[in-house]
């Protein structure tokens, strides 16, 4: 725990049990927009928020700005689904393609913390195989890095959240600081479901306290992961880096929405970013500028951001801003049991496999699948129920019955597809912007893994004494969008997240993963940041990646 604190002490800023400490906002250092600070960061989720700790703790003055609030979880979170819309983000955006992806829930953020505010709070590394997808598979992309560049930075930000569960046998196998959570009623059906079909099911990773830490309290149980945890067991970066952040002479300038990357014609580098905060349009000076604003709104940015130089977006000379563009197939697969299982009473994905996450070459489809337990709180879990068809006194009768169902989610690596991608819609939002449009289809692997995924937790769930058992089909955890690569062809950034086009900027989000895993992605992006940060300083482990 000392090693931990050595590098981020925000779980000992924190107040004892909830909250949050409101001396280090009042106290926060303030900047000039004419004052040209050595960083400016757009988006304070798990990327920018890891920058932004990493390097005011580094001595770099850091200007971290975000388009929602500055949370306070006592005061604007609550414990009920509806209530909670206001964690997304609402913003417009367009959807298209054969298979159009909804926006504005699960796969969105807003305000400081970004979706981890929102997320359930699971944890997973990539697998080593992650990394080299088309040389092993054929298929997908292969990352200008390794996954033993990324595993010293796995072990810190791990310990830093911390990550609670079994010894991982997958992948490269690992343990995590944090011993398991107690097994609920949900879990409890799986471990029974896998048991029995022959599968290896471990409890965890998930990135809530199972235990004090720090000022910290453990879990409680409440069952409101998704609502933003009002106790702080749960990590997000608003509790885990913000802190130290702040700590260090960072400022987070929240409710600022960045509207455009200034580049100067002569030198070809940014000087910093154009923004809209409370009406007023504004420009904050930086040396270097650090985009963290995520799948859909960083293409867009970059798009929006045009020039004599860049006519057609920042970065894109190459056509690639906006394309690759990912989500996880997501479907989820429910089993009613005579007991009372109470599937909320718990870390949604508490327990988990990763027993299909590789490619198997008995099968028609590349790449793989992993599956948890979900726990879908009454209002999404009656969009389950009206999926099948259900309405009227049989929509009432499956609802009365809810606390006797088990639900089981799976995440299926859809491949990287050029034609998946963000553009430029003709609609503007209410800063007079273009708004995003996303359009999605899927390929014949993708349907394939989304079927072989709900084959397999209907076995489990019917394994386990499941009587009936029902699926929906959805999506989950965008990636993609602003890929790294191994060169200006193939990539928006380099394996250092810095743009070949444009020396002093970077991205450091999801937008950046140039395939998805099988894998939860928040881990991983705060291990790339936390790399990323350490290149640009020359931190503990800059040059660790290079051993492998």
Known sequence: MNRVRERNESAWLLPA?????????????????????????????????TMAQRLARAG???????????????????????????????????????????????NSGRGVGGSMIHYAGYAPRFHPSDFRIHSTDGVGADWPLEYNDLKPYYADIEEELPVAGDDWPWGDPHSYPQRPHPVSGNGDMFLRGALACGITAKVG????????????????????????????????????????????????????????IEVDEHTGKATGVHYNRRGRQRFQQAKTVVVAGYSIETPRLLLNSTSTRFPEGLCNDFDLVGRYLMVQGA???AGRFDDEVRMFKAPPPEVSTEEFYETDPSKDYKRGFSIQTVSPLPITWAEHVAAQGHWGARLRQYMSDYVHWSCLGALCEFLPLPENRVVLS????????????FNYSRCENDRALMKAAQSVMEEMLKAAGADEVITINRYAHL?????????????????????????????????????EGSANPALTIMAIAARVADRMTGGNHATQGDRS
């Open 205 to 260: 990773p998930v990135a809530i306290s199972n235990g004090r830490f720090g000022n910290r309290p453990h879990c409680i149980y409440r069952g409101f992961c998704l609502q933003g945890c009002k106790v702080n067991a749960k990590a997000s970066p608003l509790i885990t880096h913000i802190p130290d952040a702040l700590a260090h002479g960072a400022e987070v300038r929240a409710d600022s929405m960045v509207t455009r």
């Open 426 to 437: 003709s609609e503007l939002d209410r800063h007079g912007l273009p708004v995003a449009q």
């Open 331 to 333: 479907p989820q697969t």
């Open 479 to 515: 990636v993609g969008g602003a890929r790294m690569g191994a060169d200006e062809h193939s990539g928006v950034v380099d394996g250092d997240c810095r743009s070949f086009a444009v020396p002093n900027l970077y991205i450091t989000d999801g937008s950046v993963l140039p395939t």
């Open 17 to 49: 049990g909830p909250g949050i400490n409101h001396r280090l906002r009042d106290d926060m250092r303030i900047f000039d927009d004419s004052d040209e600070v050595d960083v400016v960061i757009v988006g304070c989720g798990a990327g920018g928020s």
């Open 60 to 106: 770099w003055s850091v200007v971290a700005m975000d388009a929602g609030p500055f949370w306070d979880p006592e005061k604007d979170w609550v414990s009920d689904e509806a209530g909670s819309h206001h964690l997304y983000w609402t913003e417009p955006r367009v959807i298209g393609g054969a298979d159009p992806v909804p926006l504005g829930s699960n």
